[in-house]
């Protein structure tokens, strides 16, 4: 991503049709501090809870998300948004 993301923001994940979204949890955080936490609703995932996150390279792990069987790979969408849900930064990522 390339701007800065507010603590009142958040990071959102929508995983394609067919995979198993759990009860995701995150962990190994690199640039990123805070008490971050997962919630989950259908295919998205969304992180809030962490300090202000400064432009830069990141990284974060997130469990008990799998691909169907037949859905090795497939395209996802990650987004930056405001408190209000508005999108800053978008990106398309093969999983």
Known sequence: ???QVLSVGS???RY???FIVGNVSV???VGISGAVRANVSG???SLTGFNTIEPGVKS?????VRSHASKLSKTFMI???DDLG???DEATRMV
Do not use: C, D, H
């Open 1 to 3: 991503m390339a701007g």
């Open 11 to 13: 990071i959102r994940l």
């Open 16 to 18: 394609p049709e067919g």
């Open 27 to 29: 962990s190994k955080l």
């Open 43 to 45: 295919q998205w995932v």
């Open 60 to 64: 974060f792990t997130l469990s008990n």
């Open 79 to 81: 987004y930056t948004t």
């Open 86 to 88: 508005n999108v800053f």
